[in-house]
């Protein structure tokens, strides 16, 4: 669920102002110079419509076509080497991680580096985690180490999603920001994952647009069949803890959001 929270993130740093909108560009970033990040906005990086496609696998979306990982690796890296003196292809949905590691280490860039007491502030204080959550990553800050996959318990997990409901639900900065995601999402395309194959739309890293489905309805989908699907007209919040995605997902997940019922 890493992306989603990134998007969900994105928002708190740009209504505290650490980031002026959507539409910001990634030029002021030195990472991001002399790449196709630098053409980029906010709004590209969560929309996953960075028009980098060319330079990553077309068959594991983890992977660069050079051969690295991505989750092995720094945006620094990754721009001194793969992205050197890129340009930007179509900006059409292109799912993968690069994207969501773009958004977070961005934050760390315009909190100062300290993302780690960002983060701290908006899940202890905003949303009031019981535990602790960490994002993986280690090294210099500086270089764009932050990956965006997180450990935290499944409490605290859920948690992020009710406050998620909460703020949407709120005549708040952070509650406009994802009702305006939402209203710009993108098509997926012909895009195919475990349960995100039956979304057709993408939103700020999080999925939308079910067939059959009238209510708004985002979803986060993680590692291992995880799923955590929120409806904002019933009120109502399906997160699927799970370590196989061998199961129902229209029946387990689809119809308990929809109707309320499995």
């Known amino acids: 669920l890493g992306k989603s929270l990134g998007g969900y993130l994105m928002g708190h740093a740009i209504c505290k102002g650490y980031i002026n909108s959507l539409s910001t560009s990634l030029a002021d970033w030195p990472i991001a ?25 077309k068959r594991d979306s983890g992977m660069l076509r050079s051969g690295r990982e991505v989750g092995n690796t720094n945006i620094a890296s990754i721009a001194k080497i793969e992205l050197a003196n890129s340009k930007a292809a179509k900006k059409r ?26 983060i701290n502030n908006v899940l202890n204080d905003h949303v009031g985690l019981a535990g602790r959550l960490e994002f993986n990553g280690i090294g210099d800050e500086s270089k764009g180490v932050i990956q965006a996959n997180f450990k935290a318990t499944r409490y605290d997990t859920l948690r992020i999603g009710i406050a998620i409901l909460n703020d949407w639900n709120s005549d708040t900065c952070i509650g406009n920001y994802l009702k305006n995601v939402y209203a710009n999402s993108i098509s997926k395309g012909q895009y195919k994952e475990f349960g995100d194959d039956i979304s057709k739309s993408y939103a700020g890293f999080f999925h939308t647009n079910w067939p059959g489905i009238r209510d708004t309805v985002m979803g986060m989908h ?39 019922m499995f």
């Open 93 to 118: 949905f292109s799912y993968g991680q690069f994207p969501a590691n773009v958004a977070l280490n961005y934050i760390s860039f315009k909190t100062g580096h300290k993302f780690s007491s960002f």
């Open 33 to 57: 110079q002399g790449t196709l990040l630098e053409t980029s906005t906010v709004q590209d990086v969560i929309n996953s419509t960075l028009g980098n496609q060319k330079y990553f696998s």
């Open 222 to 260: 993680g590692y291992g069949g995880i799923a955590m699907i929120i409806n904002f007209d019933d009120n109502r919040i399906v997160y699927t803890h799970a370590v196989h995605s061998n199961y129902n997902y229209k029946s387990l997940v689809l119809k308990a959001i929809d109707k309320g």
